[in-house]
């Protein structure tokens, strides 16, 4: 056969070399669509069953490992055969499967948030097309986009897991497996084209008090006295604005509860998994908003556990039935509530309850006052990654003039970022202690005793 030359055919045809046309390769996008199709078509062909897609689809989305791989799995052998193993892909995607299977299927460009590296990011958000991660404290805009079209398609998804919401209703809240939030504001409720998903989840790996004083959370010297202060069993409640690390001591807090003890949790949102702080712990935990709270009030009044979580009391009926239950004399109740000034609790806690059940304000101050023996109030750093123990508040009554005491007993101090410390615990909270756990107590007493010594705060400080 003779030979072919492509240079001297060129020639005759009047083409330099560079000119010749090759075949243009197929961009991302249109891999993604063409594998897409594929997928469809296998699923219309029959030989899948419709409602197993869907669960498919449902598990994958809610992050079930052997569905997200039966999806990669798939798009990997369909990768092969069109050639594609080494097409380019976006740098927020980990693999070219990773980015068609987001692309398609999963969370699209904002998958990149539950990438390793941003594993200490706690939210991210959606609002419009553009997309924000929390690095170091503030809301980045990071470059990539997410069309209106898309959006929709991810909203669709999340509603998969939980089939009783209606795509018409403008507010959202579902849960996925890890416990990420995802929260969705749209239709009446966002402006035009500005419709709103909020991812938030805890980023605290570890519940302890280490881990939290690693982190500049609270002191790294108060570590044996809130050991003490779990043993002895106070109540306690957990205060601050959104986001300054409530929930999270919360969990600290009860992560060091002895484990044979019966304890009930109710929450408004499925946030502290405790069977996996405390696998082997005999607790209840109830999910129940506003009404469902009504209806099972009084069994929890009837319950014979030993302690009692109010995860976050945010209304009068949630504070209503916490006061309750230490009116019985429940111990180790636990509870967090947002509040600006942790002086103003007991009578804030009493406006929430007056206002849904009546009642007077003082009496209703003196019970909140009664119910908790200390409030550990949280604030957010200028850097709002940072969050810090802002001040421990003792409460008491006195018995004879019903006259409420709250006393600061640690205080810190912004510039020096440290704590000081004031020694002083109540009569009422020496008895209750003594006759709890004795030996507890008299550690917590001898801790906060060592404390105040080391830095002696100015009596102004607390006045």
Known sequence: MEKFHLDQYLITQNKKPQELELPVPMSFEKLCRRIYADFVKEWDSGKEDMNAVLTLQKKAIIGFENEVAYFKDKIKVLLGVYGSEDHIFPAYYTSIEDAIYHENWGFSCVSEWFNPEYKESSSAKIIGDRIYFLENGRMVLKPQ???????????????????????????????????????????????????????????????????????????????????????????????????????????????????????????TDPEIPLHKLMENAPIIQLIADNEKLKHISKNLLRSDADYFIMAEARDGIALDTVVKIASKGTRRMKSTFHSRDPMDFCYDVASEIVKNFGGNMDSTAVKVAKSF???????????????????????????????????????????????????????????????????????????????????????????
Request: proline residues 2%.
């Open 373 to 463: 023996d200390y409030i550990f109030h949280f604030i957010q750093l200028k850097n709002k990654s940072q969050k810090r123990l802002k001040g421990i508040y003792e409460m008491s009554v006195n018995p004879k003039t019903k006259e409420i005491s709250v006393i600061q007993i640690c205080k810190y101090h912004f510039i020096k970022d440290c704590w000081s410390w004031h020694y002083e615990i109540s009569s009422e909270k020496r008895q209750s202690g003594e006759e709890e756990n004795g030996e507890a107590f008299l550690t917590m007493n001898e801790q906060l005793k060592l404390l105040s010594q080391k830095e002696e705060m100015m009596h102004d400080e607390f006045s």
């Open 145 to 267: 986009r997410i069309e209106k079209s898309r959006r929709e398609q991810l909203i669709r998804a999340f509603l998969l897991l939980t089939p009783e919401e209606r795509l018409d209703k403008d507010f959202h809240e579902v849960y996925m497996l890890d416990g990420t939030r995802i929260t969705i504001f749209g239709g009446a409720m966002a402006k035009k084209n500005q419709d709103v998903i909020i991812f938030r989840r805890y980023v605290v790996p570890i519940y302890s008090f280490e881990e939290q004083a690693s982190r500049g959370t609270i002191p790294k010297e108060a570590i044996e006295l809130f050991r003490a202060m779990v043993d002895v069993g106070f109540n306690v409640v957990f205060t601050g604005a959104v986001r300054t690390a409530k929930t999270t001591f919360l969990s600290t807090w009860q992560s060091y509860e002895n484990q044979s003890l019966e304890g009930v949790m109710v929450e």
